[in-house]
């Protein structure tokens, strides 16, 4: 079965820089989360879209933006990258109406 | 806002035994979904079992079963037969049903060491 596809898995930046993380959902799936994981932390919900609109928002820095394609894929772009960004980036799809959440594998992203 | 709390931030087991992991929440809606999620070391998040709050009877997947008291808002993890590969952090999350706020809410984390 398809999964949740996320690139980079893994991507090192240095502060000030841009670094932009990209999700591939499952087909058909409609709804596209983004969470951040910090280490030693819960993961902590940033931001989602429905039908490529965005449908809620949680503590998303300013720096941070994110969108979805008109082929359901979604990135998030982070800018001014600063030494507490490093964390996990996990992406998740779900269908509507299901219970079904599906995560990804993540991106590890290190400021340095 | 919806809250989960996980009071327990480690827990430890003997091979082949049983463990449970508590997890309460606070919401004013009536009706949810609740699972525990599993991350190992390679910290892939695994979904471990669901419960929706509408079902009065308890899930159950293989070796791993919930309590679920929907009155007093908690949902604790039994883990039966306890294996090597259980050793993980394991998080309590709550949905919310509605439409466009549906994110998972999750717990702190409980910190599951299992001993041979």
């Known amino acids: 079965a398809a999964g949740v596809i996320q690139s980079p898995r893994h991507l090192i930046k240095e502060k000030r820089e841009t670094a932009t993380l990209k999700c591939y959902p499952i087909p058909r799936h409609d709804t596209v989360y983004w969470y951040q994981q910090g280490p030693g932390q819960d993961p902590q919900f940033l931001i989602s879209f429905y039908e490529k609109m965005q449908s809620d928002k949680g503590s998303i820095p300013d720096r941070f933006s994110a969108q979805q394609f008109s082929d359901y894929h979604s990135e998030l772009n982070m800018s001014s990258l600063e030494l507490g960004d490093s964390a996990l980036y996990f992406c998740a799809s779900s269908q509507t109406g299901t219970y079904g959440y599906t995560f990804g594998s993540g991106t590890r992203l290190t400021v340095v | ?116």
């Open chain 2, 1 to 116: 806002a919806q809250t989960v709390t996980q009071s327990q931030p480690e827990m430890s087991v003997q091979e082949a035994e049983t463990v449970t992991l508590s997890c309460t929440y606070d919401t004013s809606e009536s009706d949810y979904y609740l699972f525990w999620y599993k991350q190992p070391p390679s910290r892939q998040m695994i979904l471990v079992i669901r419960q929706e709050a509408y079902k009065q009877q308890n899930a159950t997947e293989n070796r791993f079963s919930v309590n679920f008291q929907k009155a007093a808002k908690s949902f604790s993890l039994k883990i039966s037969d306890s294996q090597l590969g259980d050793a993980a952090m394991y998080f309590c999350a709550y949905r919310s049903l509605h439409h466009n706020t549906d994110k998972l809410i999750f717990g702190t984390g409980t910190r599951l060491q299992v001993f041979p």
